[in-house]
């Protein structure tokens, strides 16, 4: 029998993840946490069961959660909702598509996300709460920290260093061995060659 899994956010990213974890078959979903105004609808099927404010009480049933709000310029609402779940006990499990390829070597992080279409070569390690979007590639030795988002048709090449809390744009291909900082922002289509400093946007 499949664990339940509630899903926190119900925006467009949220629909991306149903499809990968209901493809990933190991969790059943619940239904949504959103705002209130949205309680009582349904999306793509499932109920919204409640608001932030209802996570204790709805733990008290459910055990597991997964965020599905997005990130792209702003990594803070993703970020406390991790911390908030996390407080009240909730577990995160990691979420990988059958459609992507991760290295029996690789790591994902508690929370995470591997959408379709994605690779995660050998040795490459992914932080808590990040999310490897559709069709990027991960090669060898990658290091993509924690909160972070690499977006749809990116090429993270061997032994690349991402920080936390750090976004990279669709479609950006970043040379090997470069140092990325955190809560650094990298615009669409980038092509990254040299190191990039804490905070940092770069287009």
Avoid: W
């Amino acid at each position: 029998m499949k664990e339940s899994l509630l899903l926190i956010g119900a925006g467009g990213h949220a629909h991306s993840c149903i499809d990968v974890i209901e493809l990933e078959d190991k969790y059943q979903i619940v239904g949504f946490v959103d705002q209130k105004s949205k309680n009582g609808e349904s999306i793509l099927g499932y109920p919204v069961l409640g608001s932030d404010d209802d996570l204790a009480m709805l733990f008290q049933k459910y055990k597991n959660a997964f965020i599905c709000v997005g990130q792209i310029k702003n990594f803070e609402i993703r970020f406390n909702l991790y911390s908030k779940l996390k407080s009240i006990g909730f577990k995160l499990p990691a979420i990988v598509s059958p459609k992507a390829y991760v290295s029996r070597s690789a790591s994902i992080g508690e929370g995470s996300i591997v959408m379709h279409q994605a690779m995660v070569n050998q040795n490459a390690v992914i932080g808590m709460n990040s999310i490897i979007n559709s069709g990027t590639i991960i090669e060898h030795d990658v290091k993509v920290g924690n909160h972070s988002h690499v977006s749809t048709g990116c090429v993270l090449n061997g032994g690349v260093t991402i920080g936390d809390f750090t976004f990279v744009g669709s479609g950006t291909i970043v040379r090997e061995s470069v140092e990325i900082g955190s809560k650094v922002i990298i615009g669409m289509q980038s092509k990254v060659f040299k190191d990039l400093e804490n905070g940092m946007i770069y287009k």
